[in-house]
């Protein structure tokens, strides 16, 4: 009997392993069959037990390598030597796992929250998530992205910030504006590096499968069959957002990330992220989660971090109130106080 197995053609170099030496290995585990690979598929001539067996853990290896980014010698024995009463327990796993990273780093939701984002994934096409730094916002949103890339339930990713300076001038930056931006957009690449392996990452940039540019180059495109991740959404301008959420195509799922506490924009200018808070609760296939301080899985220190700043802040305002109502007061009547 003979029988062809089309491979994954992005991962067949590696199933096969330097100069076919996976299948050199795997014709000495299955030494009734014959074994010929030429490029993305594998004919085999044999016994048909042997042959189905064969294809079976053949879609195993192919499985175990999407995930952990690598296959070892070590690998292939143990996952074609298991008994058939364990062949589906191999890719049993925790229900929180979204993705494998590189060298078979687990990434999973950690925290309620973050488990709330995932099944909000699932059931709505636009998802707002909104929190302190370190709570897991855009890492989540990026390993939901490589999970639907990687599952093919979209053809790309698209990261998005908008280019508003942090008490920085970006003009003064060396080199032109690629060179000017790569630093700003930094921990989307970060997060991206954790989940695949980096000449397979570069390969998908080059192709825009995974595309990282500022918000001002979303204008008049319409983003279709893909995860688009706007992070940094607070500090996004209401007509920039409002941009944003309408380049909204099929197929597509838009995740919009910010914290509310670290606005960069003019003092003049309001958020959109704070005005689309307001407006858009309610709309079906919209839906807001909110992190909070026990969200964060930086250092156990941004934690207090965060709360001191809380605390002083909400202090600063508290007294501000305080002198606004004791203005008004002090205004003369029928007068409105300036500083209203």
């Given at each position: 009997m003979d029988r062809i197995i089309d491979l994954n053609p992005d991962i067949t170099v590696e199933l096969l392993g330097p100069n076919n030496s996976n299948i050199q290995l795997l014709t000495h585990i299955f030494p009734k069959l014959k074994i010929v690979a030429r490029g993305n598929e594998i004919k085999v001539t044999g016994p048909d037990d042997d042959l189905q067996q064969f294809e079976e853990r053949i879609r195993l290896l192919e499985n175990h390598l999407d995930s952990f980014g690598k296959l070892t010698e070590t690998d292939i024995i143990n996952i074609t030597a298991m008994e058939d009463d364990n062949?589906?327990?191999?890719?049993?796993?925790?229900?929180?796992?979204?993705?494998?990273g590189r060298e078979g780093k687990i990434i999973k939701a950690i925290t309620p929250n973050q488990k709330r984002l995932v099944d909000s994934a699932q059931k709505n096409d636009m998802v707002f998530v909104v929190g302190p730094a370190g709570?897991?916002?855009?890492?989540?949103?990026?390993?939901?992205?490589?999970?639907?890339?990687?599952?093919?339930?979209?053809?790309?990713?698209?990261?998005?910030?908008?280019?508003?300076?942090?008490?920085?001038?970006?003009?003064?930056?060396?080199?032109?504006?690629?060179?000017?931006?790569?630093?700003y957009l930094q921990p989307l690449y970060d997060a991206l590096w954790d989940m695949i392996p980096m000449q397979k990452l570069v390969n998908m940039m080059e192709d825009k499968v995974i595309e990282i540019a500022p918000l001002a180059f979303m204008r008049g495109r319409t983003l279709d069959n893909a995860y688009v991740i706007l992070d940094e959404a607070q500090n996004a301008t209401s007509s920039q957002l409002k941009m944003f959420l309408t380049r909204m195509g099929k197929n597509a799922k838009f995740f919009i990330t910010g914290d509310i506490t670290q606005i960069d924009l003019p003092r003049n200018q309001q958020s959109g992220l704070i005005l689309a808070d307001r407006i858009l609760k309610g709309v079906k296939g919209i839906d807001f989660i909110y992190m909070d301080n026990k969200d964060v899985v930086r250092h156990h220190?941004?934690?207090?971090?965060?709360?001191?700043?809380?605390?002083y802040e909400n202090r600063l305002e508290e007294e501000r109130r305080n002198r606004t109502a004791a203005q008004t007061k002090t205004a003369p009547d029928g007068q409105e106080d300036g500083n209203r």
């Open positions: 062949f589906y327990a191999l890719n049993k796993t925790d229900e929180n796992i979204i993705v494998h709570t897991g916002k855009t890492y989540t949103a990026v390993a939901l992205a490589v999970k639907a890339l990687k599952n093919k339930q979209i053809r790309r990713i698209i990261l998005t910030r908008p280019a508003v300076e942090a008490g920085e001038n970006l003009g003064f930056l060396p080199g032109d504006l690629r060179d000017k931006l790569d630093p220190l941004v934690t207090q971090i965060i709360n001191r700043y809380e605390i």
